[in-house]
């Protein structure tokens, strides 16, 4: 079945320490997204890419960096430089590139500080 | 940039009676609308969206929306609900042009008391 695969499920960060999170995607769909999720707050937008090798900051890029070596893939890594990383990661991918497509949603990562 | 609002961040409703969610949204050009459904501790799943034509909107699990753009409002209705049917729904918008991402509210909790 096609589908978004995000792993790992659950994530524990150290203190100074980058995390990746990964995201793979079978649907061969062109754009990619990382929202990061906090209770009552919706979800916010971090990176998203439109095309291989090519990404763009959202509304809190700040403490996040990625990737899009791959067409499938998109990781995203939480640096040290990202105080309050304590969130459910939710990655999304969409057909095409127009807003007017929805978006296919992964399970989630749920990163906790230890 | 386009912005949405829901107005209720919880909504207790009993079993088999109808519910409605709401949605407004603000923005300066046309606009796709979405509602996406998240159950505990996974992805979102589209329920339904509206991009453009007919106003009234039906999506999977008996739910359907109403677009209407002098009250800039993409209200969430379902007749009869479900225990099922508790979870985290979410409005989301999209503006014309690039695949440059969601703008989501800040969800609403559905509660089907029994």
């Known amino acids: 079945d096609g589908g978004i695969t995000q792993s790992p499920k659950y994530l524990f960060r150290k203190e100074g320490q980058n995390v990746t999170l990964s995201c793979e995607q079978n649907l061969n769909h062109d754009a990619m997204y990382w929202y990061r999720q906090d209770p009552g707050q919706g979800l916010r937008l971090i990176y998203y890419s439109q095309i291989v090798n090519d990404f763009q900051k959202g509304d809190i890029a700040e403490g996040y960096s990625v990737s899009r070596e791959k067409k499938e893939s998109f990781p995203l890594t939480v640096t040290s430089a990202q105080k309050n990383p304590t969130a459910f990661y939710l990655c999304?991918?969409?057909?095409?590139?127009?807003?007017?497509?929805?978006?296919?949603f992964g399970d989630g990562t749920r990163l906790s500080i230890l | 940039a386009q912005s949405v609002t829901q107005l209720d961040s919880q909504v207790p409703v009993f079993e088999e009676a109808p519910v409605e969610l709401r949605c407004n949204y603000s923005s300066s050009v046309s606009v796709y609308l979405f509602w996406y459904v998240q159950y505990p501790n996974q992805g979102l799943q589209l329920l339904l969206k509206?991009?453009?034509?007919?106003?009234l909107v039906k999506g999977i699990n008996g739910f359907e929306a109403e677009f209407n753009k002098s009250q800039t409002s993409f209200h969430l209705r379902k007749p009869s609900v479900h225990i099922s049917d508790t979870a985290e729904y979410f409005c989301?918008?999209?503006?014309?042009?690039?695949?440059?991402?969601?703008?989501f509210g800040k969800g609403t909790h559905l509660i089907i008391q029994p």
């Open positions: 989301a918008v999209s503006e014309g042009g690039g695949a440059d991402g969601l703008t």
């Open positions: 999304a991918s969409q057909y095409g590139t127009e807003n007017n497509q929805p978006q296919h």
């Open positions: 509206y991009l453009s034509g007919s106003t």
